[in-house]
């Protein structure tokens, strides 16, 4: 990380060079990748000016400007004003990570039509009878599924309005992949795949 301090209508002295450097490595801590620091200090009259600029890879700029009477107090706050901003950034990259991998979740269930002889009458998709020693058993259908925050009592309710034979849902009490289905004598079964 380059870090440029310039002052305008001031000299900056070593003691502001060392509270800014020292604030900024936390910064440095807060956010991967930063390249270049640009920090301006200006005085006018009885404003005391401090003006950051933070440049990272992936074309993130960040920057704060506070003024006041004391510089030091000015510095101060521009640069929680970054550290706020960088915090800020680094949530929401976590966030979009956390929201790709529920995406993914929402993939695609193969379900399986030949029966376990390896025939098939015909009737469903235009699969034709199959000899079990060629081919075996193979997806002849795939269905999507949008994986819904569900508790066990909606998955239930859900099936029961449905003609579904079952139903695949992201179980709301400890966010596994699950799968409700109806049995022969009227139950349902629960598949859960982490399940004690």
């Known amino acids: 990380m380059n870090i440029y ?26 956010m991967d990748g930063i390249t270049d620091v640009h920090v301006t200090l200006s005085v ?18 960040m920057t704060a400007t506070e003024e006041s009477e004391d510089l030091y107090a000015s510095i101060q706050q521009a640069i929680e004003k970054v550290q706020a901003q960088a915090r800020k950034h680094s949530a929401k990259r976590i966030g979009k990570r956390r929201r790709g991998a529920r995406r993914e979740n929402a ?63 992201r179980n709301a009490g400890n966010e596994r992949v699950n799968v409700i289905y109806r049995r022969r004598d009227g139950n349902f079964g629960l598949i859960d795949p982490g399940g004690q």
């Open 5 to 30: 301090i310039t002052g305008r209508h001031i000299d900056v002295t070593n003691a502001q060079r060392e509270l800014i450097e020292s604030k900024l490595e936390k910064l440095e801590r807060l």
């Open 44 to 61: 006018e009259k009885y404003r005391q000016r401090a003006e950051i600029q933070v440049h990272s890879r992936g074309n993130t700029y």
């Open 107 to 169: 993939g695609i269930f193969n379900v399986l039509a030949a029966g376990a002889s390896g025939k098939s009458d015909g009737s469903e998709s235009g699969v034709s009878e199959v000899e079990p020693e060629s081919i075996g058993p193979r997806v002849v259908e795939t269905q999507s599924f949008v994986i819904k925050p569900l508790s066990v009592e909606e998955a239930v309710a859900e099936i029961e309005g449905s003609a579904a034979e079952f139903l695949v849902f």
